[in-house]
């Protein structure tokens, strides 16, 4: 059971510029992989507990907006694991894959997930963050989200006048793979 580690392991994780949006989507779908996903009521009152708390608005929106994502296939087999008990420590060895490179790198995965404005259902991008070291399963959340939030405020579908704006819901971490040098 995960879902409850994973919750405890917020109470101390320094939050800093963050905010509860980051780790959100990994805590869900750990309690959708357990078979226990909470009500809309207790995932914001379990946050609020842990110092991790949003508007009650926003949280009951973005778990609208991940129960619709649950309904589609993951980007990577580590999502349908129910072993990642913390944010604080390195992922679990389940969720890292091993492979030759032209340097040692890991290059860790969340999934972000937005709502293109004027839309109603989510779209999903497997997003990356490459470094040196093997960061934290936090650490590599917030070096997705920055990246992720310098790169894409706006995204273009066609053409250059054709563009939209879409509000971030939250992130799910992926797994990590570490290249290493042949």
Known sequence: MSYAPLLRSLA??????D???TVFGTLLRQAFNEGRLPSKRRVAADLRSVGWGGRDQEIRRAYDVMTQVFTISVARDSQRRTDLNSFNTQPPQS???TER???????SHATVITIPEGSSGPNMKLWGS???RLPTVYEALVDIRQAYDQGTNY???IGEADRY???IVTYEYAGVR???KR
Request: avoid cysteine.
């Open 12 to 17: 101390n994780t320094p939050k800093g510029d």
């Open 19 to 21: 905010n509860w949006r």
């Open 95 to 97: 969720w890292r894959k």
């Open 101 to 107: 490179g032209n340097a040692n790198r890991f290059i």
């Open 130 to 132: 490459n470094t040196k």
């Open 155 to 157: 995204l273009e579908s």
């Open 165 to 167: 704006r879409e509000t």
């Open 178 to 180: 570490r290249i290493v």
